[in-house]
């Protein structure tokens, strides 16, 4: 028990569940399936992208430009397909592609990181610009709605809907599943593998990983291998739940996603993010952001409601954590 | 031996390495304006294009400046445009009354003085704020800050509904939009704010203290550094920064709203590094921070000369970032091989002593 | 006895510095050998190359018997050499567990984590040195002697037939000095040979079987016998004939310069009363945890005590509340951890040296006045001469000592009557710490009162006039160093110790 | 060196100053433009570039380029944002063009630059800012009131003038979304008594701009007011996200949509129904517009009451004061919508 409550996850855990609960009494619809199914649904993005970034994060960096990583893998793979008119390309060889052009990407970013020493946040910072400035100057502009026939199926794939009293329908997104299975893999990647494992001594302490016969810049490889990986998948789930190809759509809100990730205890010294707190960040946010209409907030108050709920989870946080001296 | 002589020869190559910060970054204005000189002379070179980029600089200029300063922390002030629009609205709520009133005269002057004064104020509050969530917390500051930016411009829309407010004396536009000794009143502003703030960094106790504890908090606790103090003063800085060039761009605009200049943030933090800041602490020139806004405004500029869209330019400001860095990487490995080099001629001849 | 380890005639150069000048080096089977040697005599880089992580120039390496011409980290370790780092190279994000297995998981080839066989054998190699603790801490949670406890589990897991061990009782009491002792004792029993790098060398002494001492970059003694004197061993080491002499204290002021009285931290230390005299140099030493260095940080404002009541010059002045209260009284701190507390690495040399007494540089105008500032850069710089330093380097580029004495300068610019110095020369070596030894009793000749707070009994012996051992919180005892001996001393703390383990 | 550090510092400021110094009279360059050739340069500075709308704007920029010979070119920030506009009309005043077309983000807080480009003899010609003050003209493609009136009735015919709805404005800080939605509202009052707005404006701004930004906001307004009917979109990123978000909710065919989009965007649901019909003017064709009038006012040609531009929908404008109206708004529907193919 003395161990759970100086667990991060769990004091995240306990804001969400005091977080939903004043939400519910406001409004009891907050409290049910559908609300689940849909607040799941607006998490599909961030809780991916998060993901990419927390193993960043964990292996002792920082990524400020995995949505510009994302966009461009999505945006050049459709932008492609559709200028042939290749829209009947079985989906997995879209996400072979954007994958592979996310790779890349951040690859490029580990080159200067890793081989060139330099810090990561400017490093990221820098190739965030030239990403989205090469994407927008280079590839194009346009907005592209004629998707191929495989992302617009996976659009609409649905697992379970319920219908509420009022009779609308909510599903529970295929991506949904999707995701949450990404999660659980990366889970049993980063505690039950060796290179997991290495992951975290790099993050803890670089010197000490390369003592214990880590090979960092291979561990660091595969750390950006796979961060580009996930963030070329993030794009096309992007460019599938929008059902159209915008260039640079979500570049600029990266603070959100790494917010998400630090709320779950990533960063730090210890560098003890894990994915269930990445995971319950993610949902925190969400829950606050998704939830201001229905509680029935005002829209023009809603940016300062925001702002007020995310200090106030920070501070709970501090003092969760200024108790545990 | 001529041992007096030594140490005079060593400070000076030392302060040599030490300035290269400054010299790499000169190359590469000096490169993009001769590289746009070049391009576009007839219109690059001209008067009306440096009084242009007179008026455009000052605002990325403040904001970059305020980033920097709490970069030496350590930390990022991401709520530096919410304090400015909202130090802004706040004041335009003065300045528009003055305006419908047909204010002239004394009258007129007291209320521009005092929409000032309440902008400041409102900067130092908005920026004590941030300084006692950050130095009483201890939570990362981005984060804080993330959490304040949307406070802050949220209180901005509250007061307006999300509408600009518009209107003001003319008085008080005169400020933004005529030059002094022709040149821009908010380049003015600027030149001011760089040497204000270069004097701050090196010639004041509070800006030795700053990069000490920017650079290790917990020594310059033991060495009886006001930490806290310092940590709220450079919020608070950074909140008067801001607060000012909202003022400049109410002036400049005529008008002032919730969500003016969103993106500097991020402009900001390119510029603060590009000047050679160091983004973990302790570090910074108001020198080079000052060559990083002219190269970019310069790239700016010259870009929309060459009409390219703004894109091209967020591209080449994230391809001179990383160029920057890696000359600077080449840099240090030279200098490394050199210093040791220099070492080994020394404990050779002590060993040859032995 | 078979040589586990054998360097013959090595040379190594970096960048034309010669490292390792024909160095011959060897250990066998079950030996406890000591290397010593001052900073940058070329005992980290004849470590380096054994262990792996550097190639070697010129000469042969031996290992078990088959000769190496280039060895990769992954094969020391396979030839069963362990090294245990200063800093232990522990990972404080994992478990004990997972920290013990790290190294046999990393060579295992195997992609995957067993925890479950992972616990079962890291429990087990606790077990065989008998060390008690709950497997499934963090990392980040434990003391120092707890990490080392750990850190050589790691090594004992992977059969490590020599075990290198850099500075391994610098951070650690009198108590788990002899507990670490024990365990050595008991690898040497298994055959495993123990390689001790230290500085410390009354220990050294007490626990090695032979001494190599390395002097630039070639062994320049060695000895399979113990019959060899601190003294010579300095020698050795310098080239040069270093004694200590121990301070002797003269009173020239019969009023207490600062008394202490009934000062209480709740939990911490409890009814602290004493007296320092104007040129005095005071010891507290005691275990670690019996409170001492929450004394010596309260009376420095960092830790403010609960209760109690400070006189200095007659002037009543209650608890020290902040570091600027102690400030006010000249009171100065030397901590014990240079790197996070002593000084700003990443600042120049000049700049630390007046970072103390910044405040006092402001002009007229409230700006610094540049002519105060240089000139107080240069009066503090040549306080305590540094050889070699350059005022604009970064203060990362001194060694261990002069980082050491850097700190004292700081504190000297201050003009303090009071200096609290805690552990003034943990990880220094010989001559440098001679060197601060000497500096320190200069100061209290200038009339200055210290306070010595340090474990390190031989350091207590030379440097102060006084000593108070204490423990769980209280003074315990009072010595006059005049009328006592080392071996009085640690005894007392060892007794002290035993009783506790009595009544606990 | 720190004081060679400082000499460069101060020459290069000095630069700069002595730049901005000495005669700000440069003029003569458009001058010598003029007599040349009688080609004019038109700078069109829309609220951003990179995404659909302003791009139909460029086409119709080089149309008219190609079709009269002078020299039209779009610069814009990459995010729609005040300052950044500022910035860019301050670089194209030093260039010296001859006409500025500018969309203004913030129509206030151009007043003061397009009062200095005004000031160096810059024709300015403004859109969608139909209270712009410093500007020769302003042009239209019709009054903001009744093009929100007219969406207003395109998504009352289709609730059969019963129920509720919301209008969703891309931010709530866009000024002509803003007119459009008071417009719609005041018609609704006054004509649709039985309909009502079930909650306040919301932004998909806030959300995080864009379609997804839409999506998540009518989805949430969906889900708090089941009684909804109707959604108007203001921003052409709206409509897209909320049909998403009716379809998600099994919705479509029960809550109508109208707003502002182009057809690229929001072909798919045209084609199967889930938006009936969108509403629009034509980006390149305002563009023409803006250009037509620029030559004409640099040449001195008289504005007056019923002037013809020569494009569609600008033929017969109507002149107030410096606003020019024309009327050339387009509703498509699922089959007139391969006319209009961007």
């Known amino acids: ?325 | 031996m001529e041992k007096p002589s030594e140490p005079k020869k060593i400070n000076f190559l030392s302060l040599l390495t030490k300035d290269q910060d400054f010299l790499r970054l000169m190359t590469i204005t000096v490169a993009v304006f001769v590289a746009m000189s070049l391009m576009r002379p007839k219109l690059f070179l001209t008067v009306n294009n440096f009084t242009s980029m007179g008026y455009q600089i000052a605002e990325l200029g403040f904001f970059s400046l305020a980033m920097m300063m709490v970069m030496i922390t350590g930390g990022r002030d991401l709520s530096m445009v919410g304090i400015s629009n909202l130090s802004g609205i706040i004041a335009a709520l003065v300045l528009h009354n003055a305006y419908l009133k047909e204010l002239s005269g004394i009258n007129l002057w007291i209320s521009i003085a005092a929409a000032f004064l309440i902008a400041i104020a409102v900067g130092i509050a908005c920026g004590l704020f941030n300084g006692l969530i950050v130095s009483s917390l201890g939570v990362p500051p981005m984060l804080v800050t993330l959490g304040t930016l949307n406070l802050f411009t949220g209180i901005g829309i509250i007061l307006t509904r999300g509408e600009a407010i518009s209107k003001f004396p003319a008085e008080f536009l005169y400020f933004g939009n005529h030059t002094f000794l022709s040149v821009p009143i908010p380049l003015w502003l600027l030149i001011g704010a760089l040497i204000l703030t270069g004097v701050i960094l090196n010639k004041t106790r509070y800006g030795f203290e700053l990069k000490f504890i920017g650079s290790n908090y917990i020594a310059s606790l033991f060495a009886g550094m006001r930490n806290k103090k310092v940590l709220m003063r450079t919020y608070i800085y950074s909140g008067i920064l801001s607060a000012i060039i909202g003022m400049e761009v109410l002036s400049r605009t005529d008008s002032a709203k919730a969500d003016f200049g969103t993106n500097y943030t991020f402009q900001a933090i390119l510029c603060a590094v590009l000047g050679a800041t160091n983004p973990n602490g302790g570090y910074a020139k108001v020198s080079c921070m000052a060559l990083s806004l002219v190269t970019l405004q310069f790239l700016s500029s010259g870009f929309s000369m060459l009409r390219l869209g703004g894109y091209f330019k967020e591209f080449a400001w994230g391809v001179m970032l990383l160029l920057a860095l890696t000359s600077n990487y080449l840099i240090e490995k030279r200098k490394l091989k050199k210093s040791l080099s220099i070492y080994s001629n020394k404990t050779q001849k002590k060993s040859l002593k032995a | 006895m078979a040589d586990i380890v054998n360097v013959k005639n090595m040379y190594k150069s970096f960048f034309g510095v010669l490292a390792l000048d024909g160095m011959n080096f060897s250990i066998g089977e079950g030996e406890i050998r000591c290397l010593i040697g001052e900073n940058g005599c070329g005992k980290s880089t004849l470590i380096k190359i054994i262990s792996g992580f550097y190639t070697f120039d010129k000469g042969s390496l031996y290992i078990n018997g088959k000769e190496y011409k280039k060895i990769t980290p992954i094969e020391s370790m396979n030839e069963g050499i362990q090294v245990i780092y200063q800093d232990f190279s522990l990972f404080p994000n994992m478990t004990i567990a997972e920290n013990v297995m790290m190294y046999s998981s990393i060579r295992s080839k195997s992609q995957f984590v067993n925890w479950k066989n992972m616990k079962n054998r890291a429990q087990e190699t606790l077990d065989r040195i008998k060390f008690d603790i709950d497997i499934d801490k963090y990392v980040y949670e434990l003391n120092v002697a707890e990490k080392q406890m750990v850190a050589i589990c790691r090594a004992i897991a992977q059969d490590a037939k020599l075990i290198i061990m850099d500075e391994p009782t610098t951070a650690l009491t009198a108590k788990e000095v002899e507990n670490l002792f024990k365990v050595v004792s008991e690898l040497k029993s298994r055959g495993v040979s123990v390689l001790f790098v230290s500085h410390k060398l009354d220990e050294v002494l007490k626990i090695s079987d032979s001494f190599t001492v390395m002097r630039n970059g070639k062994n320049v003694y060695e000895c399979k016998d113990k019959k060899l004197s601190k003294e010579d061993l300095i020698f050795y080491m310098t080239g040069k004939k270093i004694s200590e002499e121990r301070f002797n204290f003269i009173k020239t002021d019969e009023k207490p310069l600062m008394q202490v009285k009934n000062y209480t931290l709740q939990d911490k230390f409890y009814d602290i009363n004493f007296s320092l005299y104007k040129g005095e140099i005071l010891g507290i030493t005691g275990l670690l945890g019996c409170g001492r260095n929450e004394l010596a940080k309260s009376l420095f404002g960092i830790m403010p005590a609960t209760s109690g009541n400070i006189v200095i010059n007659s002037e009543n002045i209650g608890i020290i509340r902040n570091v600027q209260h102690a400030l006010k009284y000249n009171i100065g701190y030397v901590p014990e951890d240079r790197i996070t507390e002593g000084l700003h690495m990443e600042q120049t040399i000049a700049d630390n040296s007046i970072s103390v007494i910044i405040g006092s540089l402001v002009g007229k105008n409230g700006l610094l006045d540049d002519k105060k500032v240089r000139k107080k850069k240069q009066e503090t710089l040549s306080l305590i001469p540094i050889a070699g330093m350059r005022p604009l380097n970064p203060a990362k580029s001194l060694s261990g000592g002069n980082q050491q004495k850097l700190v004292l300068a700081k504190w000297l610019a201050a003009n303090p009557q009071i200096l609290v110095l805690n552990s003034p020369t943990v990880g220094v070596d010989v001559g440098a710490k001679n060197e601060i030894h000497n500096i320190i009793k200069g100061l209290a000749k200038e009339g200055i009162g210290i306070i010595v707070i340090s474990d390190d009994i031989p350091e207590i012996m030379t440097l102060c006039n006084r000593v108070f051992i204490m423990k769980d919180g209280y003074i315990v005892d009072e010595r006059n160093i005049a009328e006592t001996t080392m071996e009085e001393l640690e005894a007392q703390i060892a007794l002290e110790d035993s009783k506790a383990e009595e009544t606990a | 060196m720190k004081k060679l550090s400082l000499l460069l510092v101060l020459l290069l400021t000095f630069s700069m100053l002595a730049g901005c110094g000495g005669t700000s009279t440069t003029p003569s360059n458009n001058e010598e433009n003029k007599n040349e050739a009688k080609k004019y340069v038109i700078a069109n500075v829309p609220k951003m570039v990179g995404i659909a709308w302003w791009d139909r704007m460029e086409v119709g920029n080089k149309q008219f380029a190609k079709e009269t010979g002078h020299e039209v070119f779009q610069v814009g920030a990459s995010k729609a944002d005040a300052a950044e506009q500022v910035k860019v009309i301050e670089d194209v005043i030093a260039q010296g063009v001859d006409a500025i077309n500018v969309i203004p983000v913030s129509p206030e807080a151009l007043e003061p630059v397009l009062k200095k480009a005004m000031d160096n003899g810059i024709v300015v010609i403004s859109h969608e800012a139909p209270n712009q003050e410093n500007v020769n003209y302003d042009i239209e493609a019709f009054r903001n009131k009744e093009y929100g009136a007219h969406l207003m009735e395109n998504l009352a015919t289709e609730m059969g003038g019963k129920g509720g709805y919301c209008i969703m404005v891309g931010a709530l800080t866009m000024a002509s979304h803003q007119e459009w939605a008071a417009g719609a509202i005041e018609y609704q009052k006054a004509k649709y008594p039985d309909m009502y707005q079930v909650c306040d404006m919301v932004e998909s701004m806030a959300q995080g701009g864009s379609q997804e930004g839409s999506y998540k906001v009518a989805k949430e307004v969906i889900a708090s007011y089941p009684e909804i009917k109707g959604f108007i979109g203001m921003d052409m990123t709206n409509a897209p996200g909320i049909a998403m978000a009716i379809e998600e909710a099994g919705k479509a065919g029960e809550i109508a949509l109208a707003g502002t989009s182009l057809v690229s965007v929001v072909r798919d649901y045209l084609e199967n129904g889930t938006i009936k019909k969108i509403s629009f003017w034509d980006p390149a064709i305002a563009g023409r517009a803006m250009c037509s009038l620029a030559v004409k006012v640099i040449e001195g040609e008289e504005i007056k009451n019923g002037i013809d531009l020569g494009v569609p929908g600008f033929e017969e404008c109507t002149l107030e004061g410096n606003l020019l109206v024309g009327s050339a708004w387009v509703d498509v529907t699922k089959e007139n919508m391969a006319d209009y193919d961007f």
């Open chain 1, 1 to 325: 028990m003395k161990r759970l409550l100086k667990n991060n996850e769990f004091t995240v855990a306990i804001i969400i569940a005091i977080t939903w609960l004043i939400f519910g009494i406001v409004n009891p619809d907050i409290i049910s399936l559908a609300n689940v199914y849909s607040i799941t649904r607006a998490s599909i993005i961030s809780a991916t992208f998060a993901l990419a970034c927390m193993l960043v994060i964990i292996s002792g960096g920082i990524d400020m430009s995995f949505f510009a990583v994302g966009c461009v893998a999505m945006y050049v793979t459709v932008k492609y397909l559709v200028d042939r008119a290749m829209l009947d390309t079985p989906l997995f060889l879209i996400f072979a592609a954007a994958i592979i052009i996310g790779i890349i990407l951040e690859l490029i970013n580990w080159f200067f990181i890793d081989k060139l020493n330099l810090p990561p946040f400017i490093v990221t910072i820098g190739s965030q610009s030239l990403y989205k400035g090469f994407l927008l100057a280079f590839v194009g502009t346009t907005y592209i709605t004629t998707m191929p026939k495989g992302m617009r199926k996976l659009a609409v794939t649905y697992v379970s809907s319920t219908t509420s009293s009022s009779g609308i329908v909510y599903n529970l997104h295929f991506l949904v599943i999707v995701v949450a299975a990404m999660y659980i893999i990366m889970h049993i990647v980063l505690n039950f593998t060796r290179f997991g494992r290495n992951i975290y001594a790099i993050g803890a302490d670089v010197a000490a990983a390369q003592r214990a016969g880590i090979n960092i810049s291979r561990t660091r490889f595969l750390v950006f291998l796979i961060a580009g990986a996930i963030a070329g998948v993030g794009g096309v789930f992007q460019g599938t739940l929008n059902r159209a190809a915008v260039p640079a759509d979500l570049v600029g809100q990266e603070l959100l996603v790494i917010a998400a990730v630090v709320l779950g205890g990533g960063g730090g010294k210890q560098a003890r993010g894990s994915v269930l707190g990445t995971a319950l960040g993610v949902i925190l946010l969400s829950l606050i952001s998704n939830n201001l209409i229905l509680m029935k907030v005002p829209s023009y108050w809603q940016q300062a409601v925001t702002g007020i709920i995310i200090l106030i989870g920070l501070i709970i946080q501090s003092t969760e954590a200024i108790s545990k001296l």
